[in-house]
């Protein structure tokens, strides 16, 4: 493979688009050779967006390129967005706020709306990024919690920029569509695979991987399957499809999507959001002791679990070739310890 990073990882589409570099790109794909032998195929694969940089790593990385730009360009002196206690999301945005040089204020959920009583996990690091943490038993998407803050600080004579929760509107979601120039760059060395998965919750990353799949010429036998930490498949379908078409749009892409074209599985919802069960800490485990990898105990491990339980009821052949797309989300890890030992 050549080594041209601008060629490999935008699409002529995404040029005019203000980006600034945050991530550490490409993020490499590496074999599952213990795990592809011990579960009997098929051959699985792992592409490591979990080491994308911005303390400790995950899929907001790719999408804050184009986020934190659009801030940038406005003006911004100051970023606000929104997620759960322990939101990946919140703590990409401060540590790309640092790095911009701007003030990241998080609005984060609890139950009772108090800080938590430990400060663990990616609320420890929020906060030892800078942010202004505020504290809402709103839920997602934080909406009136997220516009008394921009309130607040338009009056106090701020200039805040709003990255919406997940960082998932056309701006952030180009984040995955720069991503599928990478990936197909990077099959032409790997070779092919026949389904890629990944976990998909606000759905940015998989609008945008559907739009950068259609750019990318990505081959179409090549199944783009987000499996759900928390929506029915039908709505975050739905959802999904207005993103990438959206997306087009901002874009001028003559292409749209139709919500029957998006492939949500929902059967691993399981306690719901965040609650850590058997199949969680299955994944959880499998990864770190068969592969050495860390997974998170709310988005990555609870779908790594559905495609360890697709293989085991033969969804794939062992012929098969299965990539992975790894999200993230491990320095949750520590927040979940009673749930997982
Ligand atoms: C946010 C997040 C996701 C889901 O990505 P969306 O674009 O919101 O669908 C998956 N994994 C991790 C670790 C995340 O933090």
């Given at each position: 493979?050549?080594?041209?990073?601008?060629?490999?990882?935008?699409?002529?589409?995404?040029?005019?688009?203000?980006?600034?570099?945050?991530?550490?790109?490409?993020?490499?794909?590496?074999?599952?050779?213990?795990?592809?032998?011990?579960?009997?195929?098929?051959?699985?694969?792992?592409?490591?967006?979990?080491?994308?940089?911005?303390?400790?790593?995950?899929?907001?990385?790719?999408?804050?390129?184009?986020?934190?730009?659009?801030?940038?360009?406005?003006?911004?002196?100051?970023?606000?967005?929104?997620?759960?206690?322990?939101?990946?999301?919140?703590?990409?945005?401060?540590?790309?706020?640092?790095?911009?040089?701007?003030?990241?204020?998080?609005?984060?959920?609890?139950?009772?709306?108090?800080?938590?009583?430990?400060?663990?996990?990616?609320?420890?690091?929020?906060?030892?990024?800078?942010?202004?943490?505020?504290?809402?038993?709103?839920?997602?998407?934080?909406?009136?919690?997220?516009?008394?803050?921009?309130?607040?600080?338009?009056?106090?004579?701020?200039?805040?920029?709003?990255?919406?929760?997940?960082?998932?509107?056309p701006?952030?979601m180009?984040?995955?569509?720069?991503?599928?120039?990478?990936?197909?760059?990077?099959?032409?060395?790997?070779?092919?695979?026949?389904?890629?998965?990944?976990?998909t919750?606000?759905g940015?990353?998989q609008a945008g991987m559907l739009l950068g799949a259609h750019l990318?010429?990505l081959?179409s036998?090549?199944q783009l399957l987000g499996?759900?930490?928390?929506?029915p498949a039908d709505a975050l379908a739905a959802w999904i499809a207005t993103l990438a078409n959206a997306g087009a749009e901002?874009?001028?892409v003559d292409w749209r999507i139709d919500a029957s074209d998006v492939a949500v599985n929902d059967?691993?919802?399981?306690?719901?959001?965040?609650?850590?069960?058997?199949?969680?800490?299955?994944?959880?485990?499998?990864?770190?002791?068969?592969?050495?990898?860390?997974?998170?105990?709310?988005?990555?491990?609870?779908?790594?679990?559905?495609?360890?339980?697709?293989?085991?009821?033969?969804?794939?052949?062992?012929?098969?070739?299965?990539?992975?797309?790894?999200?993230?989300?491990?320095?949750?890890?520590?927040?979940?310890?009673?749930?997982?030992?």
């Amino acid at each position: 493979m050549s080594q041209k990073p601008n060629n490999l990882s935008s699409f002529k589409q995404l040029e005019h688009l203000p980006r600034v570099q945050l991530a550490h790109l490409p993020t490499p794909i590496d074999a599952l050779p213990n795990l592809s032998r011990n579960l009997g195929g098929p051959e699985l694969f792992i592409k490591r967006d979990d080491q994308t940089g911005l303390a400790t790593g995950g899929n907001k990385a790719r999408k804050l390129e184009f986020s934190l730009a659009e801030a940038l360009e406005a003006g911004a002196d100051t970023v606000i967005t929104g997620g759960s206690t322990q939101s990946n999301h919140a703590r990409q945005t401060a540590a790309a706020a640092a790095r911009c040089g701007l003030k990241a204020h998080t609005v984060l959920y609890t139950p009772d709306g108090q800080p938590p009583q430990a400060f663990t996990g990616n609320v420890l690091l929020m906060h030892l990024l800078g942010a202004v943490i505020h504290w809402t038993t709103e839920h997602a998407p934080y909406a009136e919690t997220i516009a008394q803050v921009e309130a607040d600080l338009l009056a106090q004579g701020k200039r805040p920029y709003v990255v919406p929760y997940g960082g998932s509107n056309p701006t952030g979601m180009m984040g995955y569509v720069a991503a599928m120039a990478e990936f197909a760059a990077q099959i032409e060395t790997t070779g092919p695979f026949d389904a890629v998965v990944f976990a998909t919750s606000s759905g940015g990353t998989q609008a945008g991987m559907l739009l950068g799949a259609h750019l990318a010429g990505l081959p179409s036998n090549t199944q783009l399957l987000g499996i759900s930490v928390d929506k029915p498949a039908d709505a975050l379908a739905a959802w999904i499809a207005t993103l990438a078409n959206a997306g087009a749009e901002k874009l001028h892409v003559d292409w749209r999507i139709d919500a029957s074209d998006v492939a949500v599985n929902d059967h691993y919802l399981g306690g719901g959001y965040a609650v850590v069960g058997e199949p969680e800490r299955e994944a959880v485990y499998m990864l770190a002791q068969q592969e050495g990898i860390l997974l998170d105990p709310v988005y990555t491990g609870r779908t790594f679990a559905g495609l360890i339980d697709l293989i085991r009821r033969g969804t794939f052949t062992s012929a098969q070739r299965v990539l992975y797309w790894h999200t993230g989300g491990s320095a949750a890890l520590f927040a979940y310890a009673d749930a997982l030992v």
